[in-house]
């Protein structure tokens, strides 16, 4: 029997505007600030990026707290995969990006404890978008920073990604917003919305009926509704597809780590993207097995949702070994979907590469994107070889500064549905 659990969604976040840190905030002494027990992003113009954020957590009995992140930075002119230049937060320069090989490559740095409180806490610079970050307790004593031996992990209590059950997601994430005077980049398009006009999100837990691979987590989608969803209306809304990679993934992994919620509603709200359902998939479940898609998942969403059943109303798309699962539904269900989105994901070597079917993905439209230093950008090229041989016209590539990495991806994500989605 199909599980249906509603869950409406907000993100925590405190944004006060204030002066310099070590000094006075807005409505805040000193001493109420550093009693302060949750994570905070404060405005400061003593910031490189206009915002600070504090990260904190609460652990009076432990003897080390550290802190990871997804905040080392490159420049164009000094990196190139599989290296980074590492550059930290405090060393950050407008026109820097994000850029980590993978999320074993994150920085970590140690929290300093507040003895009164018991709370620890690190302070950084970060510019506009999201960060994600874990905290690592105790360990080995003298342990080096990445070195994490009976440590305890755990994502920021006081700031919980969202998940089914406690785990499946491992870091929180944090947004910041965009300063004009101080930074070039605006991101801001991943930030919750204030004024209401947000969509929600609901879980399905199903039977993965046929699924040969052993199952490693309940098989699930999460469902975003946009704002104003209307289960009668008359013409039944376009419909995306979308899949996280290989790791520990769930069907949160985009709402969280992608901030695709967010994105929705602002492209939405802002931007004149013209509202559609964006289904989640947890693809780590069922190992990735393509025919889950059309078997089991198509049909649960559009007997529970009022979605397009016609192929130009549907598309699928995801990162990394997500984009090779859209990549499998362009070669095993060419007729399904009237739009493929391969993000940092295709042929990933040479022995794998297969023929696809032009006639049968005539009137589709593919879309190949990856980072402009990872390895993912040399499997779009082979998928674009392959197609080209194929006789397949409607693809086009996209290159987006970055890495292989979320914060490319989020980015990669916004081109995508402002450029090429149910146009």
Do not use: C
């Not at 999100?201 to 699930?220: M, N, Q, S, T």
């Not at 709200?269 to 990735?288: C, H, K, R, S, T």
């Amino acid at each position: 029997m199909k599980k249906l659990i509603s869950l409406m969604l907000a993100l925590l976040m405190t944004v006060m505007a204030g002066a310099a840190l070590g000094a006075s905030y807005e409505g805040y002494t000193q001493e109420e600030f550093d009693a302060l027990d949750r994570t905070t992003v404060i405005k400061s113009e003593d910031s490189p990026t206009g915002y600070y954020v504090t990260f904190r957590y609460s652990a009076p009995d432990a003897n080390r707290v550290r802190i990871r992140g997804e905040w080392s930075f490159a420049t164009d002119r000094g990196s190139f995969y599989p290296m980074s230049d590492n550059i930290m937060p405090e060393d950050y320069q407008d026109g820097m990006f994000p850029l980590q090989v993978n999320q074993s490559d994150w920085p970590a740095f140690d929290m300093e404890k507040n003895e009164q409180s018991g709370i620890w806490s690190y302070t950084i610079a970060l510019p506009s978008g999201t960060w994600s970050y874990r905290f690592i307790v105790d360990g080995l004593e003298g342990a080096a920073l990445t070195d994490y031996t009976d440590a305890f992990v755990e994502t920021d209590p006081n700031n919980r990604p969202m998940e089914k059950d406690l785990g499946e997601q491992n870091n929180s994430q944090v947004r910041v917003p965009f300063d004009a005077e101080k930074q070039s980049l605006d991101l801001s398009v991943q930030l919750p919305r204030e004024d209401g006009m947000t969509g929600s999100v609901a879980y399905h837990i199903y039977e993965a009926v046929g699924v040969e691979a052993e199952l490693r987590d309940d098989p699930a989608i999460a469902v975003y509704t946009p704002y104003g969803y209307d289960a009668g209306r008359e013409e039944p809304y376009n419909v995306l597809y979308l899949s996280h990679g290989a790791g520990v993934e769930s069907e949160m992994s985009w709402w969280n780590k992608g901030s695709a919620g967010n994105i929705m509603d602002n492209l939405i709200a802002d931007y004149g993207v013209e509202p559609f359902v964006v289904v989640l998939i947890n693809n780590y479940a069922v190992n990735f097995d393509y025919d889950n898609l059309t078997e089991n998942i198509v049909p649960l969403v559009e007997a529970n949702y009022n979605v397009s059943t016609e192929r130009t109303g549907k598309a699928v798309a995801g990162f990394s070994m997500g984009g090779v699962y859209s990549q499998n539904q362009m070669l095993h269900h060419p007729d399904q979907f009237g739009y493929y989105g391969l993000f940092s994901g295709g042929f990933f070597n040479d022995e794998a590469v297969e023929p696809f079917d032009a006639e049968a993905l005539e009137g589709a439209k593919i879309y190949l994107a990856a980072g402009s230093k990872e390895f993912g950008l040399l499997a779009i090229q082979r998928t674009s070889a392959a197609l080209t041989e194929a006789g397949v016209t409607g693809y086009h590539s996209y290159v987006q500064t970055g890495g292989h990495d979320w914060p490319a991806i989020r980015q990669i994500y916004v081109d995508f549905v402002l450029n090429e989605l149910f146009k």
